[in-house]
C-alpha cells in the first residue's frame, strides 16, 4: 500500500482539537491527584509558555502559577519574554534568583574547575558552552567546549570525558534547582507540578532527572516541536515566543539545542524523529531533509543511540520484587 511522502506537512494537527483534549487531560488529572492547579517554570521559551497557555484555557488564570528562575548565566530575554507570557495569560507568577543558592552548593565552582583542567587561562568572566559533534558524520558522539575570553578571544578543544561529566553534573544543579522551588510552591499552594518537554525532547532523553524530567504531568510529552509552535500562534502568544529558536539557557555563551545535544535543527530533527516512528528508510529520510542517504542514516542511528544511552532517565527506582500487585494509576 502506499504511504505519504515524507515531508512537514505530515506533523500537522487540528489546533483547536488538540487544545480541547489537552484541557481535558489538565481537568481529569488534578481530579484524580486531588490538585487544586498547576505550577510551572517559565522560561520565555515556547514549550513552557504553550503549556502555560493550555492550563489557563483548562483552569483559568487563578488556577495557574509560574516562576521565573534566573541565575548567572540566563539569557536577558528568557527573564523577559517569561514575564510578558505571565503578565499575558493572567496568571500570578513569582521571581527566584538561584544564583546565591547555586553559589552555595558549589555548581560554578565545580563548573569552573573542570573548564580550568581543559583551558588552564579560563577565569569565571569567561564565557563558555558546549557542543556536540560527531554523530551527523556517523562517527561517535563527542563535546567540544567552547570559550571566549574577556577580550573576545575564542577557544575551542575537545572535552576529555571527566571533565564533561563534571562540567554536565554541575550544570544540572540548574535544572533540579528550580525543580525543588517548583514543588516548593506546589505544596504550599496544594497544586501539580507541569513538566514541559516536547516529544523529541522527551523521547531522546533531552531532560536532566529529578531535574526538568520531574514533573506530576507533562502535557506536550506527545508532541513534535513543529505541533508545539502551531499551538503556540494558535493559542495567541507573543511573536517573540512563537519566533524564538531553542535554546539551552544554561551556558553563558548563546547555545541551540541542535548544537548541544540533537544531531539537526528542531524542524529536521522532528521529520527525522517522525520517519524513524514510522518506518520510513534512511533513503526517504535523506529526500525529506535535502541530504545524502548516509547523512540520513546516521541521523537516525543517533535517535537509536540517544533512546538507548538515555534510557535510564525514563526508569522509575529499581525494586527488589514488586510492591504493588498492579500498578496505581497513573504510573510511569
Not at 312 to 328: G, I, N, Q, S, T
Request: proline share 5%; charged share 20%; hydrophobic share 40%.
Amino acid at each position: 500500500m502506499n504511504r505519504p511522502v515524507l515531508n512537514a506537512d505530515l506533523l500537522a494537527i487540528d489546533c483547536e482539537a488538540e487544545t480541547a483534549r489537552i484541557a481535558a487531560f489538565f481537568v481529569h488529572t488534578l481530579r484524580t491527584f486531588n490538585k487544586r492547579g498547576v505550577v510551572l517554570g517559565l522560561s520565555g521559551g515556547v514549550d513552557s509558555s504553550v503549556c502555560a497557555a493550555l492550563a489557563v484555557r483548562a483552569l483559568g488564570p487563578q488556577r495557574v502559577f509560574g516562576l521565573l528562575m534566573p541565575e548567572r548565566d540566563s539569557s536577558g530575554s528568557s527573564a523577559s519574554l517569561g514575564a510578558e507570557v505571565a503578565q499575558q495569560l493572567g496568571i500570578g507568577h513569582a521571581v527566584e534568583n538561584i544564583a546565591p543558592a547555586l553559589d552555595a552548593i558549589g555548581c560554578y565552582r565545580w563548573r569552573d574547575d573542570a573548564v580550568r583542567a581543559v583551558l588552564p587561562g579560563y577565569t569565571p568572566e569567561w564565557k563558555i558552552k558546549l557542543a556536540i559533534s560527531g554523530g551527523l558524520v556517523g562517527g561517535i558522539n563527542h563535546f567540544k567546549l567552547i570559550a571566549q575570553s574577556p577580550d573576545g578571544q575564542m577557544s575551542e578543544a575537545r572535552l576529555p570525558l571527566r571533565e564533561y561529566l563534571q562540567i554536565v553534573a554541575a550544570t544540572n544543579h540548574k535544572q533540579r534547582l528550580r525543580k525543588t522551588l517548583e514543588y516548593f510552591h506546589a505544596d504550599r499552594l496544594n497544586y501539580a507540578v507541569i513538566g514541559t518537554p516536547n516529544r523529541l525532547e522527551y523521547d531522546q532523553g533531552f531532560f536532566v532527572k529529578n531535574g526538568d524530567g520531574s514533573a506530576d504531568l507533562k502535557p506536550i510529552g506527545h508532541l513534535y516541536k513543529t505541533q508545539v509552535y502551531a499551538l503556540a500562534r494558535h493559542l495567541g502568544l507573543p511573536e517573540a515566543v512563537c519566533n524564538a529558536a531553542p535554546t539551552t539557557d544554561t551556558y553563558s555563551l548563546p547555545q541551540g539545542q541542535d548544537e548541544f545535544y540533537f544531531a539537526l535543527p528542531w524542524a529536521q530533527m522532528d521529520l527525522a524523529l517522525w520517519a524513524r516512528n514510522h518506518g520510513y528508510s534512511a533513503e526517504e529520510l535523506a529526500v525529506a531533509l535535502g541530504c545524502t542517504a548516509e547523512q540520513a542514516a546516521a541521523v537516525l542511528t543517533d535517535i537509536d543511540a540517544k533512546r538507548r544511552t538515555t534510557r535510564y532517565l525514563h526508569a522509575r527506582p529499581a525494586l527488589v520484587e514488586a510492591v504493588f500487585d498492579h500498578p496505581p494509576e497513573n504510573a510511569a
